[in-house]
């Protein structure tokens, strides 16, 4: 789900950081064996979440919502040397998938993987101080999510959150309820004054939250 057009994603994508080879065979595996593939963060979303984390050179990372590994490979490569990623996984399913792509990396030692329903395992986290959170899972719960974690993310801390343009849909007249969720979330982090915050075009749009 790209809102920018083919050629320019393509210039984007050529003008960035290659995708490494262990990332190239998890997106392809994803492509030919699991449903709804675009899911995947691919090539420069993964590079930008990459550099995000290496500039924050988080110890604490929580993703919520694994599907095949792509993203939380991406965000750990960033990670301190002594640093942690929890990621959260509903569907028990994907559990070999996601070992086997851990497995190919050098950074599996650093991945905490998590099966169940993201709140549930949210509440369970206690004191936990967070650096980085990024919430990429079933899109009507973005806010509950986003309320759930923050007051375990620390000051200066970075939450980024996927989908938030919705194939466009949340600036034009469509009213489904997937589309009216996503722009409760927007207009409840864009008037919060607890946050710094930006939308950038990037796929599907990728908000940017950083708490103050």
């Known amino acids: 789900m790209e809102i920018l057009p083919h050629d320019l994603q393509l210039y984007l994508e050529d003008h960035c950081d290659p995708e490494p ?27 930008l979440l990459s550099l995000l984390s290496k500039m924050m050179q988080p110890k604490l990372i929580l993703e919520i919502g694994a599907f095949t590994g792509y993203a939380t490979i991406c965000l750990a490569e960033g990670l301190a040397e002594d640093g942690i990623i929890h990621t959260i996984e509903v569907n028990r399913e994907m559990e070999e998938m996601l070992n086997k792509h851990f497995k190919s990396t050098n950074v599996d030692k650093k991945i905490r993987l998590h099966f169940g329903h993201a709140e549930q395992i949210i509440v369970q986290m206690v004191d936990r101080n967070f650096d980085m959170v990024f919430i990429d899972a079933d899109k009507k719960n973005n806010l509950l999510y986003f309320n759930l974690i923050f007051d375990k993310v620390r000051s200066g801390g970075l939450i ?53």
């Open 160 to 212: 980024i959150i996927d989908n938030v343009l919705w194939k466009g849909k949340v600036y034009g007249n469509e009213n489904d309820a997937d589309t009216r969720s996503i722009r409760e979330l927007n207009e409840h982090v864009a008037n919060d004054t607890r946050v710094e915050k930006l939308i950038l075009p990037v796929r599907d749009g990728i908000m940017i939250i950083r708490k103050k």
């Open 21 to 47: 080879l262990e990332l190239q065979k998890i997106n392809r595996e994803t492509y030919l064996k699991v449903l709804q593939p675009h899911m995947l963060s691919g090539h420069y979303q993964g590079r």
